[in-house]
């Protein structure tokens, strides 16, 4: 089967940087994609990893490496507006999205 | 005005009811797709269309179906409404091809079945 799992919560405060891990079981993913969803709103895309390593996409990075069937997301100088979750998907001909991550930030 | 609009944005139902949800967008993608998100259990892909003429099955197509109308518009019907069934369904578009294309998702109607 496909399956994704995430941390189901991650704490920070402002400032920080914070690492939300991915972790896959399938076959046939072309890349991981990382979505963000604030309390009441839609999902909406951040990065995707089509090849292993590291897309910097201002304070957001994402890290994927096929061989360790693992992703990450990191985020830089934490900001208020970042408390939100935070899902990967992997990509076959559709997305099939993790359990997401629920990021708080305090002051 | 938004990309991809749902309609109706809440519902309130009772068991064995018929229930349509619409969603219309205006990116002009061909692909479109249905989820349901619960709480804990993340986004769970209900059915897709790659176009008018295509409908294949997600995840979780028990007890709901769909309708392609045109490239803009694609419907989920719950033909017979179970509480079970309570949750908030996302549409979403992709643009045809590449693997990790960008899907853009409406605001999400949120389903009580009583």
């Known amino acids: 089967g496909q399956s994704l799992e995430q941390p189901s919560e991650v704490t920070a405060v402002e400032g920080a940087i914070v690492q939300i891990n991915c972790t896959y079981q399938?076959?046939?993913?072309?890349?991981l994609s990382w979505y963000q969803q604030h309390d009441g709103g839609a999902p909406t895309f951040l990065s995707y990893n089509a090849l292993d390593g590291l897309e910097e996409t201002g304070r957001f990075s994402s890290f994927l490496s096929r061989s360790d069937s693992y992703g990450y997301l990191l985020l830089q100088e934490l900001q208020m507006k970042d408390s939100a979750s935070y899902f990967c998907a992997g990509s076959t001909d559709k997305l099939i999205f993790g359990t997401g991550t629920r990021l708080q930030v305090f002051p | 005005d938004a990309d991809v609009t749902q309609t109706p944005r809440n519902r309130i139902t009772k068991t064995g009811k018929r229930i349509m949800l619409e969603c219309s967008q205006t990116?002009?993608?061909?692909?479109m797709y249905w989820y349901r998100q619960d709480p804990g259990l993340g986004l769970r892909l209900i059915y897709y269309?790659?176009?008018?003429?295509?409908?294949n099955k997600g995840e979780i197509s028990d007890g709901y179906s769909v309708s392609r109308q045109a490239q803009a518009k694609f419907s989920l019907s719950l033909e017979s409404a179970i509480p079970n069934q309570t949750a908030l369904y996302f549409c979403?578009?992709?643009?045809?091809?590449?693997?990790?294309?960008?899907?853009?998702f409406g605001p999400g109607t949120r389903l009580t079945v009583l």
């Open positions: 399938t076959s046939g993913f072309y890349g």
């Open positions: 990116k002009g993608h061909d692909r």
């Open positions: 979403a578009t992709s643009d045809s091809g590449l693997a990790g294309d960008t899907q853009y």
């Open positions: 269309s790659f176009d008018v003429k295509d409908i």
